[in-house]
Structure formats: structure tokens, C-alpha cells
Nanobody, 123 residues
Framework: EVQLVESGGGSVQTGGSLTLSCRDS?????MAWFRQAPGKEREGAAA???????KYANSVKGRFTISRDNADNTLYLQMTNLKPEDTAMYYC????????????????????WGQGTQVTVSS
């Protein structure tokens, strides 16, 4: 069974940076980062395809960068210029099957999920 394990969360001040990591037990997979704040629905933040192309939510575009280390089966999310509204539990997601690109930031598209890592941004 596929296992995804996130790490790298923590607390930072507005304008700070964090990098999240997700170790994937399988390769290759289509992968993405989602986040969920209290009282809000799970939101797709960034996705990466097997050819290396990426897709970002408008709320994080220009500040977050998703990348993948294929040799180590590790997914990364580099977050810069963090804002209080970025505070959320961040989840790694993966699926071995291709899907229309328009679904890349839709939670229902992904089969496997990590347990999440908390990111808190203070003013």
C-alpha cells in the first residue's frame, strides 16, 4: 500500500519561509499539495505532473513552488512570503493514474493521502 509522510511544518511570522517534504513509497505518481484551515474546505495549492509541469492556486501563485526529486521519491513545497491566511494543515496527495489537467487541484482526483503537517503564520 502506498504511504505518504509529510514533514517540515512549523510556526513562522508573516513574510517568512518554510519548505515541506513528502516521502512517497511509490514511483512515479502524479502528486499535489493541499491545505485545510479550520472551518474551511480542503484546497488544492499546487500540483506537479510527470513531465515536471506544474499548476498553482491563484492564492499561492508566485509565492509557492512545488518540485519533485524523482531519485528519492520526495515531493517538496517551497513556501515564501507567507501570510496569516496560509495557516492550515498541509497534506501531500498522490495518484498513479493520469487525469485531465483541470482536475489537478481537485481533492477527489487523488487516491492516497498523507497525515498532514501544520503550518502556522503569525502577524
Amino acid at each position: 500500500e502506498v504511504q505518504l509522510v509529510e514533514s517540515g511544518g512549523g510556526s513562522v511570522q508573516t513574510g517568512g519561509s518554510l519548505t515541506l517534504s513528502c516521502r512517497d513509497s511509490e514511483y512515479p505518481y502524479f502528486m499535489a499539495w493541499f491545505r485545510q484551515a479550520p472551518g474551511k474546505e480542503r484546497e488544492g495549492a499546487a500540483a506537479i505532473f510527470k513531465d515536471g509541469s506544474t499548476k498553482y492556486a491563484n492564492s499561492v501563485k508566485g509565492r509557492f513552488t512545488i518540485s519533485r526529486d524523482n531519485a528519492d521519491n520526495t515531493l517538496y513545497l517551497q513556501m515564501t512570503n507567507l501570510k496569516p491566511e496560509d495557516t492550515a494543515m498541509y497534506y501531500c496527495a498522490a495518484d498513479p493514474r493520469a487525469a485531465p489537467a483541470i482536475q489537478a487541484l481537485s481533492a477527489d482526483r487523488y487516491k492516497y493521502w498523507g497525515q498532514g503537517t501544520q503550518v502556522t503564520v503569525s502577524s
